[in-house]
């Protein structure tokens, strides 16, 4: 079987490169799956793609790949995004990013998007991605470490900032800033060094476990309905 991955910030490119078969390419953009899905690859997955400043892939390009048989997945970031607007279509989502999209929790694009670096650095991560955030907030409020009250303050701090400057520091000027308890805030910025959660690394880690399990299933082509609801549903 043979796999197209497109990711950048999300996962790194050896993660994805380590399964047999699966083509690397970078964070996918529009015409990107259109040109792909013209070498007929069984599976195209989407983790990262641009949306600001470069046309994000399109809907129809994602339709039109399925329509030819070729199984999509989309997960962590813009996978996630475009799962959610087309799971009725066929397209299939994996992770709890692309579940709370899908049901309404969460509905902005800068809950997954982030500022990053080139691609000959490996498209580093240069700000907090929104959904990574809620993650530390929550393992941390149930740890003890926080309270919900504090929690809460935490989240609508850094929704409040612009996507390309969240950072945790600022998180936590602007904590101190509003009135936050001090000692909790120490607390927490002492569990997260050795803490912090990933979520869109997470999620995308457990698209790459839905390839393994792929691989070792028929053909998609040759069961496509079957396998996608046993693995994905």
């Not at 079987?1 to 950048?8: E, K, Y």
């Not at 996962?11 to 013209?38: F, K, M, N, T």
């Not at 390009?61 to 970031?77: D, K, N, T």
């Not at 935490?154 to 936590?172: I, T």
């Amino acid at each position: 079987m043979r796999a197209i991955v497109f990711s950048g910030p999300s996962i790194p490119r050896s993660e994805v490169e380590a399964l047999p078969g699966v083509e690397w390419r970078p964070p996918v953009s529009q015409g990107d799956v259109y040109r792909c899905a013209q070498t007929a690859p069984e599976v195209i997955a989407i983790v990262d793609g641009y949306f600001e400043g470069v046309p994000s892939v399109w809907h129809k390009e994602i339709l039109w790949a399925m329509s030819r048989g070729i199984h999509v997945l989309g997960a962590s970031s813009m996978g996630a995004l475009r799962a959610a607007e087309l799971h009725q279509f066929g397209m299939h989502g994996v992770g709890e990013i692309f579940a709370n999209f899908r049901d309404g929790v969460w509905e902005d694009d800068d809950e997954v998007a982030v500022q990053h670096g080139p691609a000959e650095l490996g498209y580093p991560s240069l700000s907090l991605a929104m959904v990574n955030a809620r993650k530390s907030i929550a393992a941390a409020t149930d740890a003890s470490i926080i309270s919900q009250a504090v929690a809460e303050a935490l989240v609508d701090l850094a929704k409040s900032v612009f996507y390309q400057q969240r950072q945790w520091a600022q998180v936590f000027a602007l904590a101190r800033e509003s009135g936050v308890d001090a000692g909790a805030l120490a607390a927490f910025e002492t569990w997260l060094e050795n803490n912090e959660q990933d979520l869109k690394l997470q999620d995308a880690r457990t698209m790459l476990t839905h390839l393994c399990l792929l691989y070792t299933s028929p053909s998609p082509r040759d069961q496509r309905p079957n396998l996608v609801c046993r693995l994905l549903l």
